[in-house]
């Protein structure tokens, strides 16, 4: 082999180390599922029974093939038997995710204050966030990918020390007032670049109040601490990137009721990008001020909303995004109706 030969092969060699490696595209998705039920073990129950709804459930979360999908509105218990047994049913449908990850909300834990002032204490709207009981409503994570060591719970941050935050109630109230209605986490997924963060919460709707529109409060100071989060501006030190911030905000940013400021500035946030996943329903809002191919949910008297976000971190690459609402035609569309009032939102993302 002459020297020219080998100089050759090295050069060869060495332009196939500088390459980078095969990227990894991940579908990312969130969707509230409606898998609430009005007393604990009811959801065990109805998915042990067969449940129509969670049928209906298990086969959009197979058409959706999500890589990781974050449920709201998913009911909780210690042991994670209802979410054992929907991975059961979703793992019998081909679709399996050996990685789950869920925690206590702070959805009917109960203050010990009479925060609706009717006179009567421990009721639903007495709790951190609105619960008929303790682990109602709350949300878990379903993964393909293993989930990292070393999540974080922000659940307890309390609502008086967000800086600028919108809070009024009586100091001894503000004394054990937390800031998320269900939570807020940071939740690392392994992946063969590093960890990707996501960053979950589902906010309280700004409405079933009165004119002291606490809950229009809430909801704002929810989305705005996310971004104090990101900046650095809180105790808990922000995540590296890449990372994607999702969930159930509970807020159009044009349409409906609310203080549209705080999920304002994390649409618009520099460290944030929104692909703006569409559906492809066809609907029109002529009423409505935002895109309704946006909207993720629709109710009746009120139209189409955009509630449910996926926020990818700007570094991200977007190679595709789309809310699951197809048009009435589709064969998927009458287990979407069965399933939930909400439709999955999902964004394809390529790692850095």
Do not use: C
């Not at 789950?100 to 006179?119: E, V, Y």
């Not at 922000?154 to 209605?181: H, I, K, N």
């Not at 909801?219 to 922000?238: S, V």
């Not at 699951?324 to 999955?344: I, N, T, Y």
Request: hydrophobic fraction near 45%; proline fraction near 9%; charged fraction near 20%.
């Amino acid at each position: 082999m002459t020297r020219t030969t080998i100089f050759s092969r090295l050069l060869l060699l060495a332009s196939l180390l500088a390459l980078p490696a095969t990227a990894e595209t991940l579908r990312i998705a969130t969707w509230n599922v409606a898998l609430d039920r009005s007393g604990p073990g009811l959801l065990v129950r109805d998915l042990a029974a067969g449940d129509p709804q969670a049928q209906a459930l298990v086969r959009v979360l197979v058409a959706l093939q999500a890589d990781v999908v974050l449920l709201t509105s998913v009911d909780y218990d210690r042991g994670g038997v209802a979410l054992g047994l929907l991975a059961d049913q979703l793992r019998a449908a081909g679709l399996d995710y050996p990685h789950r990850f869920a925690l206590r909300p702070n959805t009917g834990m109960q203050t010990g204050f009479d925060i609706d002032g009717n006179g009567r204490l421990g009721e639903a709207r007495d709790a951190q966030g609105f619960g008929l009981f303790s682990g109602y409503a709350g949300m878990a994570v379903l993964s393909r990918l293993p989930i990292e060591e070393g999540a974080r719970d922000f659940s307890e941050f309390l609502w008086r020390d967000l800086p600028g935050g919108l809070s009024d109630d009586p100091p001894d109230l503000a004394l054990v007032q937390r800031l998320a209605t269900t939570g807020f986490w940071d939740v690392p997924i392994k992946t063969a670049s590093g960890p990707l963060h996501l960053l979950a919460w589902h906010a309280t709707p700004p409405v079933f109040d009165g004119p002291e529109d606490r809950n229009g409060r809430r909801n704002h100071d929810e989305a705005a601490f996310w971004r104090l989060f990101l900046e650095g501006k809180l105790p808990m030190l922000p995540p590296d990137a890449p990372f994607v911030l999702l969930g159930d905000g509970n807020l159009d940013p044009a349409d409906g009721d609310g203080r549209r400021e705080g999920i304002g500035g994390l649409l618009a946030h520099p460290l944030l990008q929104d692909p703006r996943p569409a559906g492809q329903h066809g609907r029109t809002e002529p009423a409505h001020r935002g895109d309704p191919a946006l909207d993720t949910v629709i109710y009746d008297g009120l139209g189409g909303l955009r509630l449910d976000y996926v926020l990818p971190s700007a570094d991200l690459a977007v190679s595709g995004a789309g809310v699951l609402w197809p048009g009435p035609d589709d064969p998927l569309m009458p287990d979407l109706a069965a399933a939930s009032q909400h439709f999955p939102v999902w964004v394809d993302v390529t790692l850095p």
